[in-house]
């Protein structure tokens, strides 16, 4: 299936590793115009070379940081048809041993910076009437998992803000759509230490999943083919989620 990406312009965030890096890799190989953003360093340069695409630095929990490299992204790329936001997970936490400065630090990094990389980049996309906006949340979304109480919070919000902005823009051929990743094997949960058997365990596929597969959904929500599939949250994972 040709999902039409060839020369799309796209900014990849969180990219340099794990999920957001085969999202963008899944990109190029449709034949995009890829840009990857990540924290300055060795690896966001590494995975921009590897994968063809250019490297847009930023740190996505400074405020006003996801609306310069969006701007930085569409002046490099020559405009913006696919944005990605994401970003790393917060910390892990409980109600009992998260402080203000946490929640804080989580509604920044995960709402605030999703708004205002969006923000910047909606209005070229309306005027050019196409553009595709994800966002990679969790199924903690739908299904708190105790011991991640600032993701269980926040992200229900950024799907809060797709179904809002969906209608708004819908008619501007815009689509916004949530990613909501189960466990897929990336850096962040071998770091984390998870016993992947036991997580295998709970997960009807019984097996955990591959960063390609959430990638395989991010190319075709970016599709001609996903024109009228918007304002959705839709889980790669597996099975996990049971809600209805
Ligand atoms: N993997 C899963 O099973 C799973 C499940 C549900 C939800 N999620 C969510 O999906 C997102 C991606 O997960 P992942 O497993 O791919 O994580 P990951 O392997 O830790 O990758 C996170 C990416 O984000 C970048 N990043 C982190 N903090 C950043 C910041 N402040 N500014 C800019 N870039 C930043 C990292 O690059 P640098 O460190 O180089 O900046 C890296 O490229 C996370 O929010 C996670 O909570 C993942």
């Known amino acids: 299936m040709d999902l039409g990406l060839r020369n799309r312009r796209a900014l990849v965030m969180g990219a340099s590793r794990g999920l957001g890096r085969a999202i963008a890799a899944a990109f190029a190989a449709e034949g995009a115009k890829v840009g990857v953003c990540a924290r300055e360093g060795a690896r966001l340069h590494a995975t921009a070379k590897d994968l063809g695409a250019r490297a847009f630095a930023g740190d996505l929990s400074v405020d006003g940081a996801g609306a310069e490299v969006v701007r930085a992204a569409r002046d490099g790329l020559g405009g913006l048809d696919v944005l990605v936001v994401n970003t790393g997970g917060p910390p892990a936490g409980t109600f009992d041993t998260l402080d203000d400065k946490a929640w804080r630090a989580g509604f920044e990094g995960l709402v605030i910076s999703a708004i205002q990389s969006i923000r910047e980049a909606l209005p070229q996309m309306r005027a050019q009437k196409w553009g595709r906006i994800m966002i990679v949340t969790s199924v903690t979304a739908r299904e708190p998992i105790p011991t991640i109480a600032i993701s269980n919070v926040m992200r229900p919000g950024l799907h ?11 008619a501007d051929g815009v689509t916004l759509n949530a990613i909501m990743p189960g466990f897929a094997l990336t850096e962040r949960i071998v770091e984390a230490g998870f ?50």
């Open 160 to 170: 809060g803000l797709i179904n809002t902005l969906s209608r708004e823009v819908a």
């Open 195 to 244: 016993d992947q058997a036991k997580l295998a365990d709970q997960i009807p596929a019984r097996r955990l999943g591959k960063p390609e597969e959430v990638a395989a959904l991010a190319a075709f929500l970016a599709s001609d083919a996903a024109a009228y599939i918007t304002g959705q949250a839709i889980a790669c994972d597996g099975g996990l989620l049971r809600s209805i």
